[in-house]
């Protein structure tokens, strides 16, 4: 009966020193006084994985970044369609049927778009479903390749339309946060 007692005591006195040593880190973080104050400027623009790097050049890298997507259409779609027939001469037509004036605009705006109504894929082959946002899994830089160089039924240049890298290292969970585990 009195071991009992005894670590009863003990089982009470390491509870007790838990409670005592825990903080509540949000209690201090909500009394801090936060300076918000001075000018932040955008130092990156990168909506879509591979179109600033591959379409903006080195030297209209910085004014690119901080561009208002609202304005980088106007502002860039000459330079990328420059780059678009840079990399595919024979460029006419993508497998979403736009012309190089036309896809380089939709590239120039470097936005992930969203569909919050419909299907939301980077690309399944149906051009109202393309670009309207990605699942983990998407494989964007193939279907950038394809848009680039497939031409308009996606098996022109086929070398040129997968980097041959065609899942994940790791399984996405099915539940949140959905991203793999890491090594």
Known sequence: MKSIQYK???????VALLVVGCNNDDDSYNNESIDFSGTYTQQDQMGRPAINTVFVSSTSKDNFNVTTPSTMG???QSAFQSKLLALNSGYTTNALGLDAATFTTV???DVLNVSTTGTTTFFDGNPANTLSGRALADDVI????????GGPNGTDNSGLTSDN???????????FPYLASPW
């Open 165 to 175: 890298v065609n899942a994940n290292d790791k399984t996405f969970l099915a539940s």
């Open 107 to 109: 590239l120039a705006t």
């Open 142 to 149: 193939d279907v950038e390749l394809l848009l680039i160089f």
């Open 74 to 76: 106007a502002s860039f």
């Open 8 to 14: 009863t005591l003990f089982a009470s006195l390491i």
